[in-house]
C-alpha cells in the first residue's frame, strides 16, 4: 500500500511540474499580447491559430540555439546555477496543497520560506561565476533587493499565520469560508503583493535588468538553454506568487474552478503593471523596504498577536 500511494504521489507531483511548465509557456504568451495591446499593437499572431503555438516555438528556438562558452567562466557553477535556479522554483510547487493531499504537509509555508531564500545562491553564483562586472552587479543588486524584501515577507506572512495559528497552506481554506483575508488585512494584502513583485525581480523592481546601467543583470553572459531556464523560473515564481495569494487572501478554495480564475487575474496584473509603472529609482526601493514595509508589517504582526492572545484569553 505504502509503495502504491509513493507511486501515486511521484505520478501527482510529474503531472503537477509539466502543468506549471505548460503554464508558463502560456504565461509568456499573455504577457506578449497584454503588452502588445497596452503598446497598441498586436503580439505575436502568425505561429498557430491567433499566436497560441508561439511559446513552443520560442522553445524550440532557445533550446536549439549555440551555447556560448565565455572563457574566463568558472565553467561548473555556470552551467549548474540556471538548472538549480529552475529546479528550486519548481520544487516551491511541492508545497502547492491538493485536495488529494500530495506533498500537502503540515509545514509547507515554512518549506515555502526555506526554498524560496535558497534561489538567492543561485542566482549570486549565476552572476559571479560568468565572470563579468555587469553580471556580477546584476546578481548583487539582486540578491539585496530579495533579502531585504524576504524579511517583511515573511513578517506578513506571519500576521496571516496568525490569525489561523497553522503551517498548513490548507488551513487558509477552511478559515477563508465565509469572508476571504483582503477584507480583514486589506493594507498587508496589497503589501504582499508590491513584496511579491520585489520578490520575482519585476517591474518597476527589475533593478537586476536595468538596461541603460547593466545590460540584462546577471544573466548577460547566458544563451541558448541557460537562459531558457532562468526564464523559466522567472515565470514559474510569478504562477507561484499568484498561486500563494489567492490561498493567502482570495479565499484559496481549490475544489473551485473560481480559483483558476483568481490566479489567472493575479498573473495578468503582474504584466499590467509590467506595461504600466516606469522602473523605480534603487535607493526608494531600499528605503520602501526599510522604512515602510518593515515597520508596518511589524506593528500589523504585533497587533494580531495581540489580539490573538486577549481572544485566548477571554476563551479561557
Known amino acids: 500500500?505504502?509503495?502504491?500511494?509513493?507511486?501515486?504521489?511521484?505520478?501527482?507531483?510529474?503531472?503537477?511540474?509539466?502543468?506549471?511548465?505548460?503554464?508558463?509557456?502560456?504565461?509568456?504568451?499573455?504577457?506578449?499580447?497584454?503588452?502588445?495591446?497596452?503598446?497598441?499593437?498586436?503580439?505575436?499572431?502568425?505561429?498557430?491559430?491567433?499566436?497560441l503555438v508561439q511559446p513552443f516555438s520560442d522553445a524550440i528556438k532557445l533550446f536549439s540555439k549555440e551555447q556560448t562558452y565565455p572563457y574566463m567562466s568558472n565553467m561548473n557553477l555556470y552551467y549548474i546555477s540556471p538548472i538549480m535556479n529552475l529546479i528550486l522554483s519548481l520544487f516551491l510547487w511541492m508545497s502547492m496543497p491538493f485536495i488529494s493531499i500530495n506533498l500537502n504537509f503540515n509545514l509547507s509555508l515554512l518549506f515555502f520560506l526555506s526554498v524560496s531564500s535558497l534561489s538567492v545562491y543561485t542566482i549570486m553564483l549565476a552572476g559571479w561565476s560568468s565572470n563579468s562586472n555587469y553580471s556580477l552587479l546584476g546578481s548583487l543588486r539582486s540578491v539585496a533587493q530579495t533579502i531585504s524584501y524576504e524579511?517583511?515577507?515573511?513578517?506578513?506572512?506571519?500576521?496571516?499565520?496568525?490569525?489561523?495559528?497553522?503551517?498548513?497552506m490548507l488551513d487558509l481554506m477552511y478559515y477563508q469560508e465565509y469572508i476571504w483575508?483582503?477584507?480583514?488585512?486589506?493594507?498587508?494584502?496589497?503589501?504582499?503583493?508590491?513584496?511579491?513583485?520585489?520578490?520575482?525581480?519585476?517591474?518597476?523592481?527589475?533593478?537586476?535588468?536595468?538596461?541603460?546601467?547593466?545590460v540584462s543583470g546577471f544573466n548577460v553572459e547566458y544563451s541558448s538553454g541557460s537562459f531558457a531556464m532562468i526564464f523559466m523560473s522567472e515565470y514559474s515564481s510569478i504562477l507561484f506568487m499568484s498561486?500563494?495569494?489567492c490561498m493567502l487572501f482570495l479565499g484559496g478554495n481549490l475544489i473551485s474552478w473560481f480559483f483558476f480564475l483568481k490566479l489567472t487575474f493575479i498573473s495578468f496584473f503582474w504584466i499590467w503593471v509590467r506595461g504600466t509603472l516606469p522602473r523605480f529609482r534603487y535607493d526608494k526601493l531600499m528605503y520602501l523596504a526599510w522604512k515602510s514595509?518593515?515597520?508596518?508589517?511589524?506593528?500589523?504582526?504585533?497587533?494580531?498577536?495581540?489580539?490573538?492572545?486577549?481572544?485566548?484569553?477571554?476563551?479561557?
Not at 506549471?20 to 498557430?48: C, D, M, S, W
Not at 524579511?151 to 498548513?168: D, G, P
Request: net charge neutral; hydrophobic share 60%.
Open 151 to 168: 524579511v517583511s515577507l515573511a513578517l506578513i506572512l506571519m500576521s496571516f499565520l496568525f490569525l489561523i495559528l497553522s503551517l498548513n
Open 243 to 245: 498561486m500563494l495569494s
Open 1 to 51: 500500500m505504502l509503495m502504491k500511494d509513493l507511486i501515486l504521489s511521484i505520478l501527482s507531483s510529474i503531472i503537477l511540474l509539466v502543468c506549471v511548465l505548460v503554464g508558463v509557456a502560456f504565461l509568456t504568451l499573455l504577457e506578449r499580447k497584454v503588452l502588445g495591446y497596452i503598446q497598441i499593437r498586436k503580439g505575436p499572431n502568425k505561429v498557430g491559430f491567433m499566436g
Open 181 to 214: 483575508f483582503i477584507f480583514l488585512l486589506l493594507p498587508i494584502s496589497f503589501m504582499w503583493l508590491v513584496s511579491g513583485l520585489a520578490e520575482t525581480n519585476r517591474t518597476p523592481f527589475d533593478f537586476a535588468e536595468g538596461e541603460s546601467e547593466l
Open 293 to 316: 514595509y518593515l515597520p508596518i508589517s511589524l506593528n500589523y504582526f504585533l497587533f494580531f498577536m495581540g489580539m490573538k492572545m486577549i481572544i485566548f484569553i477571554l476563551l479561557i
